[in-house]
């Protein structure tokens, strides 16, 4: 069966500092990868998507990035963190191929800028 | 376009009532319109899920009832538990889309014991 892992599950940051999450996805090969952030009582924006090894989509403008070095591995990274990056940041998977219907998610990654 | 409207953004009902969450879309290419089911801490999990084709989709206890001339949907959570309290998204996908879902704002349920 597929699993998805995130990591760390909690983060505590000064504004500055840098920042980076990671995910991974067993069971699986090629999968579709999505970093989506979700600010306190608020809904869920979606930051990347990758559809491939290198392949990155970014919908909005910001202070982050996302990589996937690996077939099965999303990293979100920030050089300087900002106090508007706090959220629960939340990678998610589907098949691949615009066919694909299913998101799963992980458990998230809660991050605090102080 | 794009936007898929929620609400409402909080209800709290008491036990054993029934729960109705609405949602409203514009694009008439989605075609694939979940629900998904967030607990606190946690990552929100698929809970049901219909295509236009159909206008209600029954799993136990959650039924989705899908209008497609008026162009919404919602979900029904019938005998509702404390166990139930959570926030619920909507969404709607397009085919050929691999950017996945357009989620609405949420809606955050409690059941009161």
């Known amino acids: 069966s597929q699993t998805i892992h995130q990591w760390p599950a909690t983060l505590v940051q000064p504004v500055g500092s840098p920042l980076s999450l990671e995910c991974t996805v067993e069971?699986?090969?090629?999968?579709?990868l999505y970093w989506y952030r979700q600010a306190a009582g608020r809904g869920l924006q979606l930051l990347f998507y990758?559809?491939?090894?290198?392949?990155i989509s970014s919908e909005v403008p910001q202070n982050l990035s996302a990589s996937r070095p690996q077939d099965r591995q999303f990293i979100l990274s920030s050089k300087k963190l900002l106090l508007s990056d706090s959220g629960f940041y939340l990678c998610?998977?589907?098949?691949?191929?615009?066919?694909?219907?299913?998101?799963?998610f992980g458990a998230g990654s809660r991050l605090t800028v102080l | 376009q794009q936007q898929v409207k929620q609400s409402p953004q909080s209800l709290i009902v008491q036990k054993g009532g029934i729960s109705i969450i609405n949602c409203a879309y514009e694009?008439?290419?989605?075609?694939?319109f979940p629900w998904y089911q967030q607990f606190p801490g946690k990552g929100p999990a698929l809970l049901i899920a219909?295509?236009?084709?159909?206008s209600e989709k029954k799993e136990g206890r959650f039924t989705i009832s899908f209008n497609k001339s008026a162009k919404q949907f919602s979900l029904h959570i019938m005998d509702s538990q404390p166990g139930d309290s959570a926030t619920y998204f909507c969404?709607?996908?397009?085919?050929?889309?691999?950017?996945?879902?357009?989620f609405g704002s949420g809606t955050q349920l409690t059941v009161l014991p």
């Open positions: 998610a998977w589907s098949d691949s191929g615009t066919g694909a219907n299913v998101l799963t």
């Open positions: 219909i295509r236009p084709d159909v």
């Open positions: 069971g699986t090969s090629n999968p579709n």
């Open positions: 969404a709607a996908k397009r085919p050929g889309s691999a950017r996945q879902l357009t």
């Open positions: 694009n008439t290419a989605f075609d694939y």
């Open positions: 990758s559809v491939g090894i290198g392949q």
